[in-house]
Nanobody
Framework: VQLQASGGGLVQAGGSLKLSCAAS????????MGWFRQAPGKEREFVAA????????LYSDSVKGRFAISRGNAGNSLYLQMNSLKPEDTAVYYC?????????????????WGQGTQVTVSS
């Protein structure tokens, strides 16, 4: 399974970006998917997750109300709409495919990871 994340870039505080993630190979559309991020000098942290049906979403408290996760109908595409961006959102963002079908924020429940896309928010 290969995951390709894209859509990162440089944006001013208050702006928006939409990240995309394309999965190829034996992804299994029955798997939940998620987004994580890692800022310089910090550990990777959970951002958002979505169930395989797309009917359940989870968000970290830091992004709730500002970010929206969604997935394509075919189940092998993942998106993250990021609004009202803050400088503290600056990080490399990673998409991942979970072991199961239920949305989860536990990093150890994810099996496949993309290479990451850089998001930089200037103040």
């Amino acid at each position: 399974v290969q995951l390709q994340a894209s859509g990162g870039g440089l944006v001013q505080a208050g702006g928006s970006l939409k990240l995309s993630c394309a999965a190829s190979g034996r992804t299994g559309s029955n798997n939940a998917m998620g987004w994580f991020r890692q800022a310089p000098g910090k550990e990777r942290e959970f951002v958002a997750a979505i169930s395989w049906r797309g009917d359940t979403t989870l968000y970290s408290d830091s992004v709730k109300g500002r970010f929206a996760i969604s997935r394509g109908n075919a189940g092998n595409s993942l998106y993250l709409q990021m609004n009202s961006l803050k400088p503290e959102d600056t990080a490399v963002y990673y998409c991942a495919v979970a072991l199961g079908s239920i949305a989860t924020g536990s990093m150890n429940r994810y099996r496949y990871w993309g290479q990451g896309t850089q998001v930089t928010v200037s103040s």
